[in-house]
């Protein structure tokens, strides 16, 4: 019964239109009712200590500086330098935008942020280029999926803080996860397009590729600087994400001078508007959150999932399965917040990793992106793209199957994931 409560106040708000946050609000309120534990004092306390958490100083940081370098040049450096590497091969533009992804991934670690930039920069010339509109705005959209895999990581931050796990093994294990769906697209893209006739540009010469690298040198460092910080213990994860905000004020303003003083402040209210977003989902969740403990959910979860618990393969299974139901109809990182303190101690009690576990969960949660009818993403890649939402959902299904065939691939295969994860936190 206390589970038809809260899952069915929250669909039932979310039917009526309710934003997310306050819908997570209600459900909380239902609860508390169903309880008999209503207090007005208790839903503000969990809602301002949601918020007050030093880890998550890092969102904002990470979304200051994902605007930064999509408005100061370091993301179309970055593009110009993959076009002078792979752009003359065969559906190389497609190429181009795996390769930017992942470093833009690098930068960001917000999907929506760099499906944005990668629409409005490569979309055109795809399309100028004679590829199929709906297929590139697809591999774009499902590109896009990297940025919340690949360290620096938004979703990564907010389940490192929901679920108590470091953020920092969090980021490590993660790179080579997100190397490898990259991998799968370039892979899927490279049989999607080996029947097109179109005719690539020439190669780019050593000069030239040597001189895109050095203008992107300045952007391709930040990644560098941010993984071996973290790997040295140089800084933490909130700490990195102040170093790549300023680091990248530094590039835009004083080293590419594309960025003026009257630019920052649309931008940092741009940044200020998309967090604070964010942070108010995180407080409100942290009412659910409580809530559910006090409840003992997670033990009800445990008994539904019982048969599983002597197989943990099985068991990750049929929760990326959960996870993936989830993410058709809910946006990340509600999805995160409301499923963490449920399935976090599932998972300890059968004795997976809880960092293998949280990578392939926020892989799940990145893929539920590009999944419709809600697919964050989707829409954005729609809007900046100027093309119709069936088109883009059309173009992203090879590409989205290419995803979950790596995330089982990863279930299926713990060491892809954990054996990464030690060499590079060692």
């Not at 110009?80 to 991934?105: E, N, P, R």
């Not at 590729?209 to 140089?234: D, N, S, Y």
């Not at 946006?331 to 009690?349: F, G, R």
Request: overall charge neutral; some cysteine.
């Amino acid at each position: 019964m206390t589970i038809l409560v809260f899952v069915g106040s929250l669909l039932l708000a979310m039917a009526m239109g309710i934003p997310i946050a306050f819908a997570l609000l209600a459900s909380g309120v239902a609860l508390m009712w169903h309880l008999d534990l209503f207090d007005a004092q208790i839903l503000a306390q969990n809602v301002i200590g949601g918020a007050d958490s030093f880890p998550l100083l890092a969102v904002p940081f990470f979304m200051l500086a994902g605007e930064i370098m999509n408005v100061g040049g370091l993301s179309k450096r970055i593009v110009d330098f993959a076009l002078a590497v792979v752009g003359h091969v065969k559906g190389g533009l497609g190429y181009v935008t795996i390769m930017a992804g992942c470093l833009l991934s690098a930068l960001s670690g917000s999907a929506v942020a760099d499906a944005a930039a990668l629409t409005a920069l490569l979309l055109p010339m795809m399309v100028k280029a004679g590829h199929d509109k709906p297929r590139a705005a697809g591999l774009i959209a499902a590109t896009g999926v990297i940025g919340p895999v690949i360290p620096p990581s938004i979703g990564l931050v907010i389940f490192g803080v929901a679920a108590n796990v470091s953020i920092s093994k969090l980021f490590l294990a993660a790179i080579v996860p997100g190397l490898l769906i990259g991998a799968a697209l370039w892979l899927t893209w490279a049989w999607l397009v080996r029947r097109e006739k179109i005719v690539p540009p020439p190669r780019k010469s050593s000069a030239e590729i040597f001189a895109t690298f050095r203008k992107a040198i300045w952007a391709l460092m930040l990644p560098i600087i941010i993984l071996v910080g973290l790997r040295m213990g140089v800084f933490t994860p909130t700490e990195a994400a102040v170093v790549a905000a300023v680091y990248a004020l530094f590039v835009s303003t004083v080293i590419y001078r594309e960025i003026t003083w009257r630019d920052l402040y649309g931008i940092f209210v741009s940044a200020a508007k998309t967090s604070a977003i964010v942070m108010f989902l995180i407080a409100a969740a942290m009412v659910s959150a409580w809530l559910i403990t006090v409840a003992d959910l997670p033990s009800k979860i445990v008994g539904l999932l019982e048969p599983f618990m002597g197989n943990q393969i099985l068991l990750m299974i049929a929760i990326m399965v959960i996870v993936m139901v989830v993410g058709t109809a809910m946006d990340m990182t509600p999805t995160i917040l409301i499923l963490t303190p449920v399935l976090m101690p599932v998972v300890k009690a059968a004795g997976i990793d809880p960092v293998y576990f949280g990578v392939l969960f926020i892989i799940n949660n990145s893929i539920g992106l590009v999944t419709p009818p809600v697919g964050t993403v989707l829409n954005v890649v729609a809007g900046v793209g100027k093309i119709s939402m069936d088109d883009v959902t059309r173009g992203v299904v090879p590409f989205m199957i290419a995803e979950f065939a790596i995330l089982f691939v990863m279930v299926a295969f713990p060491q892809l994931v954990i054996v990464p994860a030690r060499w590079f936190g060692g």
